[in-house]
């Protein structure tokens, strides 16, 4: 149960690799185009855009 899962980046459609060991929550990057993704699902995989927190945006 440690199959590793190729999923799509939601921003470029590249191949975003994920390891059987990734955790809910965990936030990789996209090696082609370097956004930060965070993994909403496990069962299956799947990935969504980090929410940005570096960038004040004065809410
Ligand atoms: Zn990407």
Known sequence: MSASAN???PICGGEVTLGG?????????CSDCGTELEVT???PF?????PQEEE???E
């Open 7 to 9: 999923l799509e980046c």
């Open 21 to 29: 060991d990734t955790l809910q929550g965990e936030l990789i990057e």
């Open 41 to 43: 699902s496990i069962k």
């Open 46 to 50: 799947a990935v969504a855009e980090a």
């Open 56 to 58: 004040d945006w004065g």
